[in-house]
């Protein structure tokens, strides 16, 4: 089955400056990636996809960009601010599969 | 808000004991999936119901079950509880019965198992 690893587990970022994380998949077959935004407590929030048939996509400030011959896929957030912090998580499916693949989750802290 | 019912949102009981949580999809969604998270853990997937009919198992125990009724709501039932079960539940639903579209989460239900 897919494999999904995802970097840094924790992260911290001057409020302003950017922040990156970067997810690897196994499954070459993978075709559809969402990344999930969660507070403490909350569910988890779909902020941002992307499919196989693009590179990269925008969103105000995040974009996800996707890297399909090395298997992996980033999410970027720009002029990081304290509401930003959370813990993201990126998944990965593919047509037939049942379920969202999900990585181990980065927490993003946004120092004022 | 995501469109998603969970109830309770909160539900404390003892070991040994039985519980049934509940989630309503998105209006139109036919696909239920059910997650455990663990304090400061992942997300674990558990089971996906998909227009009434089960599709799918992740890591879910024997001591749990679920179902989807016509309704297209579905409940989750953990029996013999133990502390280790204490954790969030959230229910997800999606359009579609493959993996590779939009999920939406419920606001989860917080089980304590004392």
């Known amino acids: 089955g897919e494999n999904v690893e995802q970097h840094p587990s924790t992260l911290s970022v001057q409020e302003g400056d950017s922040a990156v994380i970067k997810c690897t998949y196994s499954d070459s077959a993978s075709n559809y990636f969402p990344w999930y935004k969660q507070e403490l407590g909350k569910r988890p929030q779909l902020i941002i996809d992307i499919r196989s048939n693009v590179g990269e996509k925008k969103d105000q400030r995040i974009a996800v960009t996707l890297n399909k011959t090395a298997k992996h896929f980033s999410l970027h957030i720009t002029e990081t601010q304290p509401e930003d912090s959370a813990v993201y998580f990126c998944?990965?499916?593919?047509?037939?599969?049942?379920?969202?693949?999900f990585g181990t989750g980065t927490r993003l802290t946004v120092i004022p | 808000d995501s469109g998603v019912t969970q109830t309770p949102k909160h539900l404390i009981t003892a070991t040994g004991q039985r519980v049934t949580l509940r989630c309503s999809p998105r209006?139109?969604?036919?696909?239920v999936y059910w997650y455990q998270q663990s304090l400061d853990q992942g997300l674990q997937f558990l089971i996906q119901y998909y227009n009434g009919e089960e599709r799918a198992k992740g890591n879910i125990l024997e001591r749990f079950s679920a179902q989807q009724f016509p309704d297209l709501h579905s409940e989750l039932n953990l029996s013999s509880l133990e502390l280790g079960d204490s954790a969030l539940y959230f229910c997800?639903?999606?359009?579609?019965?493959?993996?590779?579209?939009?999920?939406?989460f419920g606001p989860g239900t917080r089980l304590t198992v004392t």
């Open positions: 998944a990965a499916s593919k047509a037939g599969a049942n379920n969202l693949f």
């Open positions: 209006s139109g969604d036919l696909s």
């Open positions: 997800a639903s999606s359009v579609a019965a493959s993996g590779n579209y939009e999920q939406y």
